[in-house]
């Protein structure tokens, strides 16, 4: 669940490390360095050290995030067609092995299927759920664009899909559908992301965050 780095720029860091998954982390990760040496070339005092130990002491919450290891749920926050893609590329490089469990809620106002179509290709069941907020999309309504998803591509599996009116019964079918090898990945909305962790009793900042964007 770590990743190290060797970071190339005005100086030279080898065996970075940070608590993060996923390819696109690297980049945030190498964005993070570069600024602090601007901000060092500025005359802001920054040292080598600190650079090291802020990456090693990261937490974000809602990044591929483990939330439980029995039975094993993973949380993302993608909310948008872009960060889908790349949840959806990093699935595929860190659990190519494992079958994954698609738990998730969208608001309606988002890009939906921009959002479901690079995620119904890693999965092997979905599961459709709606936050307690007024601008969570239908399940039913979710449903029906992956359907249309489905049709467009000839060559993918079909894909099994359920409906649930809240998140703590999609947790719960999502849990008695879990076998040894498959993984529970829950996404598409910061409120649904956050009220997963409510119902787990996680503690988080995640069920106050609201979407600007």
């Known amino acids: 669940r770590h990743m190290e780095l060797q970071y190339r720029g005005y100086k030279n860091y080898d065996h970075l490390t940070a608590p993060l998954a996923g390819e696109y982390q690297l980049y945030n990760l190498c964005t993070a360095v570069r600024a602090c040496e601007i901000l060092q070339q500025k005359g802001v005092r920054i040292s080598d050290a600190s650079i090291k130990t802020g ?3 990261i937490r974000m919450e809602g990044r591929l995030e483990w939330i439980s290891q029995e039975p094993p749920i993973i949380l993302d926050s993608a909310h948008n067609s872009d960060a889908a893609a790349s949840l959806a590329l990093s699935v595929r490089q860190i659990f190519s092995n494992n079958k994954i469990i698609l738990v998730t809620g ?4 988002k890009d939906i299927e921009g959002i479901l179509r690079p995620l119904v290709q890693i999965a092997e069941s979905v599961i459709f759920t709606k936050a307690a907020y007024e601008r969570a999309a239908a399940p039913e309504k979710l449903a029906r664009i992956m359907s249309s998803i489905q ?10 899909s359920r409906i649930t009116g809240t998140i703590k019964e999609a947790l719960d079918l999502a849990r008695s559908l879990c076998g040894q090898d498959h993984i529970i990945l829950v996404t598409g909305s910061f409120y649904t992301a956050g ?3 409510e119902v787990l009793g996680c503690e988080s900042v995640l069920p106050r965050l609201r979407e600007y964007c």
């Open 151 to 160: 049709a467009s591509f000839t060559h993918m599996p079909p894909v099994s």
């Open 55 to 57: 990456l090693r002491n």
């Open 195 to 197: 009220e997963v962790k």
């Open 106 to 109: 969208i608001m309606d106002d």
